[in-house]
């Protein structure tokens, strides 16, 4: 229900709405009003993507690739790659210099005998994304992935079990984020353990947008003109 409220102007009667004090407060984009909650993603097909990042094109297998370094998705959107750990990385390639259980032929990130996690950073927001890991070594191992927004903020964190096997059988498990809100700035995927570990094909969802600016020097003074005049106009009611 809207309130009507009369305001005295010398001879004059003046007659407002609430609604159009209320309608100061709405100029002030309150973005992160709605929270992310990202879930779990289990399978490439699920996650939906629609950009991906090659490793392919970093060059041939073998390739040692700088610890940080940035690589231009499919769809053009250049996207910063790091790890926690030092040295370089090094372009691999299922079944030629890789023996796992990626998609036979897949060219493959690998952290090169140091741990992760690896970061990818999209310079915007994104939905989600996820990639296949496995373990440099045989047996079962627990992936992790977490998401983090523009302020370098946990979104959330999940873990996977998986198995590392030379199977070459596209079997490798595939562990994904995905959120509901473009929310994701950052995802970085690793393992519980320290050990090494290679990537296929990281999938994205959603082309990388800046998110909006949310305050400024003129916010604080417009949302206190706006609280003001919703004060004022209740007053004058009870008078």
């Known amino acids: 229900m809207i309130r009507t409220v009369y305001i005295l102007g010398g001879s004059m009667i003046r007659k407002r709405t609430l609604t159009a ?33 090659d490793w392919g094109i970093l060059g041939p297998t073998g390739t040692l690739v700088p610890n940080a370094f940035t690589i231009t998705s499919s769809g053009g959107v250049e996207v910063e790659i790091s790890k926690a750990s030092a040295g370089d990385f090094q372009r691999r390639e299922q079944a030629f210099s890789w023996t796992g259980n990626f998609e036979p032929g897949a060219p493959i990130l690998y952290t090169n005998r140091t741990p992760g996690p690896i970061s990818i950073d999209f310079g915007g927001l994104v939905f989600g994304g996820g990639a296949q890991i496995q373990w440099v070594q045989f047996g079962s191992f627990t992936a992790t992935i977490e998401a983090f927004d523009a302020a370098d903020r946990s979104l959330g964190m999940f873990t996977l079990t998986g198995s590392s096997t030379p199977a070459n059988d596209n079997s490798a498990l595939f562990i994904g984020i995905l959120d509901t809100a473009q929310s994701i700035a950052r995802i970085e995927i690793g393992l519980t353990t320290d050990g090494a570990f290679a990537i296929n094909r990281f999938d994205f969802v959603g082309t990388p947008h800046r998110p909006t600016q949310i305050s400024g020097p003129g ?8 609280l003001v005049g919703v004060a004022a106009l209740r007053r004058r009611k009870r008078a």
């Open 21 to 53: 004090a209320l309608a100061v407060l709405a100029l002030v984009p309150f973005a992160n009003l709605a929270e992310a909650a990202p879930v779990l993603v289990t399978s490439r097909s699920a996650l939906g993507g629609t950009d991906f990042l």
């Open 219 to 226: 916010t604080p003074a417009l949302i206190g003109t706006g």
